[in-house]
């Protein structure tokens, strides 16, 4: 297999459909097999990125939201994860369904992920310049000189000072912004059209927060990509996404535009996170918390799985099956049975 | 970098004092407590008494700190360390032989086992290590785990001899009854222990089981470190880059795996100099492992001590070798 | 000898590159005693574990009872009768001097089980302090005792086994045990030195500090029930080594002699008989085998069951 059948090979993807969404998740469902049971991490995940768009994953440890990026990556270890339904449409085209060897060209060159932890998540006995540049000798077949010119020039495109130095340091020579600056020009190498971005800011302090996250709106203007943003930070959602979806144990339970989220919640969770981020206005009253904890993958309550900790529970809300997406407004979902109260509350 | 190579210079040098000091320490306790030992070193033989003086004198028993109980003698210190590395005079042997000398003459035999040893545990360990590591929980995990321990459990002359006796002798002489195997085969790699005639074919068994239980460490070092490495949020983000999987694992994983491995091997390098000490007795290798038996069973405490000083400072030496080249494989320890 | 490193590089590579492995407690107390339990449930589920568990008790007792295992006297040998294959009387046969093999492979566990035991427990004690100190305060004991390590290291174990006892002179249980402990007490202590490391930094013993809380309460308390499991295992798989290692050090000659029983005697006095009469060799050998890889399966059991990161 030649080096530059890459781009070739792409666009002979069969039935690709541009008029399609750029990419859709429907109906997803990842179980992981575990010394402690079967731990069902997404339970029926439907999402959809138009290119241009900033879509925001939001919801707190555990929910299933970075499995559900991985997936989409195709990069879910298996064992012992295990994609048992759904199917992930980029242009149309079925990832789930497509060779490994094509599946992986898709990587990285229309699809790119960056991670949260970028100390990690680089190889520490490599330089940045090495794993900069091997996406192009690997992915284009470009030589070594070529490769390493386009890396600085990458280094450039982020916005990390004195490129042509930086570019033979190692990842633990970079502070912490920088290296998911790093992150990002690996990410972006080969003009990809989605950008799948896990907790990319948690990892990092407030006034650096603000600046990737402006380097990465900026650069999801200028490329028009699509952008997935998983978070559980509901401050940073508020500046960059254009819709969000919320996910509890492994289901999105809500669906709607940035505003329309923040001004009228249509589900009990998504309620009582709003009411529960700390507020100035509020000061000397007591802070809101939801009670109970978010269940174990392993043993999910069947009906809604926020049954035991909502204040709007009825009893069919404990029976299966689990609420479906009831349509709101166009483009606007909520799976709560009683979602009329909740939005009409406010 | 250069930093942390001072720093490690400067750190070897009272260690390589240290250990002379506690080897010096030790041997003039010793004759404090029990008198001059070069009368008893001779047994039941009557040497004459000028023989005796000039080797007390040689090796300098004769100094009057050694009367006292517990005394560090530091000057008698001192002189020996002048002697050790002014004149590389490391001590004699009952003849008046120097150290030296002995051990110029066994050092090629014990290079020989040490390097055969050394390959097999870096090929098959290293190879076995990745292979189970790999396949955590398959079939070959389990069969690397199971002989891995196996290996570690059997002491080294255990095994010696059970392959000296079976392969050796039993299955050498089978050999040696064909007439249309050649000779370098059957009675050199086969021979029951070290012969004259192949000095190299009759030591690669004896390096193959000298490098067995040092194999089977490298192999549990390298499957753990693969194991642990492969679930490594780089590995990840190598995934997400569209890498082929031979990539991610042959340059990424492995690349990161192998540093604690190397290092280790290393490290073994200079244990195994020491360890060879029961294989090539039992092949009866001309090496030093056997002088320094040999000598400790005569009772020849100088010799034993010569060579254990001379090993110990190789031995300093390798580790400080193995640290720089840490260094080199690690880019995060160079800016400690 | 390789045996020591084998047994610091079988706990996980700690002996080239020390690594933090500290398990990290979420709320001090609480989450170590929780480790401990789910390791004790996970060990006892660990059918490797039992066995090889069993396996100790049984020799264990064989040491401590030996009356319970055999009424024949070891000491009662008749050279008449040397060298005779397993029977109905003698059911392992008898050695060259003619003594029942089985009451001298039943005795010979004491002295094999007991120095390994002592030494073991003076690595424990001696190592374990000296990591603990030099881990938690740093500086310049840290780097004293550093050094003091480095020259135990830099003696190859069987050579300085070999030194030792040349000079000693005297071959004991107690002088075997002194040797091994002078040897093998530095890979202890750094394994204790890199795990005190790593669990100083951890949140929660700045906020005991903070709180006034003194060095030895800090040291004892809070840092040693975090630390102690690698040292445990290293500790479990070195009872095995040492076992291994007095029988080498028997076989070279400088080990125990001849009027004393172990394993390592047996095997050392009738290596040459392994052609013609195998069982000569094939039972003290099976026993010490045994006994090695009981402990050292056991020590990888621990490992396993006290390793959060496999939760």
């Not at chain 1, 650069?219 to 508020?238: C, S």
């Not at chain 2, 400790?296 to 030496?317: D, H, N, Q, S």
């Not at chain 3, 024949?72 to 392992?92: G, L, S």
């Not at chain 3, 424990?124 to 100190?133: F, P, T």
């Amino acid at each position: 297999m030649t080096k530059t059948d890459v781009t070739a090979s792409i666009d002979a993807l069969p039935d690709l459909d541009h008029s399609a969404p750029l990419l859709q998740v429907k109906d997803l469902h990842v179980e992981f097999r575990t010394r402690n049971g079967l731990a069902h991490a997404v339970n029926g995940v439907n999402l959809s990125l138009q290119a241009g768009e900033s879509l925001a994953i939001l919801g707190e440890s555990g929910c299933g939201k970075s499995v559900t990026a991985q997936a989409i990556m195709g990069i879910i270890d298996s064992p012992p994860g295990y994609i048992t339904q759904g199917e992930i449409l980029y242009r149309g085209v079925d990832l789930l369904k497509l060779p490994e060897a094509q599946r992986r060209k898709v990587r990285a060159n229309k699809i790119a992920m960056i991670f949260q932890d970028a100390l990690s998540a680089l190889n520490p006995v490599f330089t940045v310049g090495f794993q900069l540049a091997e996406l192009f000798r690997k992915h284009r077949g470009m030589s070594r000189q070529e490769s390493r010119q386009r890396a600085i020039e990458l280094l450039d495109l982020v916005k990390i000072p004195a490129a042509k130095q930086r570019i033979n340091d190692y990842p633990h020579q970079f502070s912490g912004g920088m290296r998911q600056r790093v992150m990002i020009a690996m990410a972006l190498a080969l003009d990809p059209e989605v950008l799948v971005a896990d907790e990319p800011t948690t990892a990092l302090d407030v006034t650096v927060q603000a600046q990737i996250m402006a380097l990465l709106a900026e650069l999801q203007r200028e490329r028009n990509m699509g952008l997935i943003l998983i978070t559980h930070d509901m401050g940073v959602v508020a500046d960059v996404a254009d819709r969000i979806s919320v996910m509890y144990a492994g289901r999105v339970i809500e669906e709607a535009g940035v505003h329309d989220i923040y001004s009228t919640p249509a589900h009990p969770y998504t309620k009582a996170l709003l009411q529960s981020i700390p507020r100035i206005d509020l000061k000397g009253q007591e802070l809101h918390v939801i009670k109970g904890l978010p269940p174990a993958l392993t043993d999910i309550p069947a009906g809604c799985s926020f049954n035991p900790r909502c204040g709007y529970v009825q009893d069919v809300c404990r029976a299966d099956p689990p609420p479906p997406r009831y349509p709101v407004a166009p483009g606007r979902t909520s799976a709560c049975h009683f979602w009329k109260e909740v939005k009409g509350d406010e | 970098m250069g930093r942390y190579i001072i720093r490690r210079l400067l750190q070897f040098i009272p260690t390589a004092l240290g250990t002379m000091l506690l080897l010096h320490y030790i041997t003039s306790l010793a004759i404090q407590f029990s008198g001059n030992p070069v009368r008893a070193l001779f047994g039941d033989r009557q040497p004459p008494p000028a023989m005796i003086d000039a080797i007390t004198k040689r090796l300098g028993y004769d100094d009057p700190c050694l009367d006292q109980k517990g005394s560090l003698c530091i000057k008698l210190f001192g002189e020996r360390l002048q002697s050790v590395f002014l004149h590389f005079d490391f001590g004699i042997n009952l003849r008046m032989r120097p150290v030296t000398d002995l051990v110029a003459e066994a050092i090629p035999f014990t290079l020989k086992i040490v390097l055969v040893a050394i390959i097999f545990e870096a090929v098959v360990g290293i190879a076995a290590g990745v292979i189970a590591g790999l396949r955590g929980g398959s079939f070959s995990d389990y069969l690397v785990k199971i002989s891995t321990v196996f290996l570690i459990s059997v002491p080294i002359f255990v095994l010696g001899i059970v392959v000296r006796e079976y392969v050796g002798v039993k299955f050498g002489n089978t050999l040696r009854g064909q007439d249309w195997i050649p000779d370098v085969i059957s009675s050199g790699v086969f021979a029951s222990g070290f012969k004259l005639e192949y000095p190299f074919a009759s030591l690669i068994i004896p390096g193959l089981v000298l490098g067995a239980t040092s194999l089977a460490t490298t192999a549990r070092l390298t499957r753990t470190s693969i194991m642990e490495n492969i679930r490594a949020d780089y590995v990840r983000t190598a995934k997400a880059k569209g890498l082929a999987n031979k990539r991610v694992i042959g340059v990424h994983t492995l690349r990161n795996s192998l540093i604690p491995v190397i290092t280790y091997l290393g490290v073994d390098l200079g244990a195994l100099m020491g360890g060879a000490v029961v294989t090539e007795t039992i092949f009866n290798v001309p090496g030093i492992g056997r002088l320094v038996t040999q000598a400790a069973r005569t009772g020849e405490a100088p010799v034993v001590i010569g060579v254990v000083t001379m090993l110990a400072l190789v031995f300093l030496v390798t580790n400080l070798i193995v640290d720089l080249l840490y260094a080199v494989l690690d880019p995060r320890i160079r800016y400690e | 000898m390789s045996d020591l490193t084998s047994a610091a590089a079988a706990v996980g590579g700690e002996a080239a590159a020390p690594t933090p492995t500290g398990p990290a407690p979420a709320g001090k107390k609480e989450a170590s005693a929780s480790l401990w339990a789910d390791a004790r449930r996970q060990l006892v589920r660990d059918p490797v574990f039992v066995v090889a568990a069993i396996y100790i008790l049984l020799v264990t007792s064989m040491a401590l009872f030996p009356w319970l295992w055999t009424r024949t006297d070891p000491r009662a040998c008749d050279v008449k009768f040397h060298r005779t294959p397993p029977n109905a009387e003698h059911i392992f046969g008898t050695n060259i001097l003619g003594c029942d093999y089985y009451a001298f492979n039943v005795y010979g566990a004491r002295p094999s089980l007991a120095i390994a035991i002592l030494a073991t427990t003076g690595i424990v004690v001696i190592g374990g302090l000296s990591g603990l100190l030099a881990g938690y305060f740093g500086g310049w004991v840290d780097a004293i005792i550093s050094r003091i390590m480095d020259i135990f290291f830099s003696l190859p174990f069987l050579l300085g086994a070999i030194v030792f006892l040349v000079v000693v002179k005297d071959q004991t249980i107690f002088t075997l045990a002194f040797v091994l402990v002078l040897l093998a007490w530095p890979t202890i202590a750094r394994i204790m030195r890199s795990s005190v490391i790593s669990s100083k930094n951890l949140d929660y013993v700045h906020a005991a500090k903070a709180v006034g809380a003194t060095n030895g309460r800090l040291m004892f308390r809070h840092i040693l029930p975090n630390a102690i499991a690698p040292m445990l295992v290293y500790a479990t798989i070195t009872l095995g080594s040492f076992v291994s290692a007095e029988a080498t050090l028997t076989f070279l000659g400088v080990g125990l002699q001849a009027p004393a029983q172990s394993w390592g005697i047996a095997i050392a006095q009738h290596q040459v008989y392994f052609l013609e009469d195998p069982w000569l060799l094939l039972f003290p050998c099976g026993l010490l085998v045994g006994t090695v890889l009981s402990f050292i399966l056991m020590g990888d059991a621990l490992r396993d069951a006290l390793d959060p990161k496999l939760r």
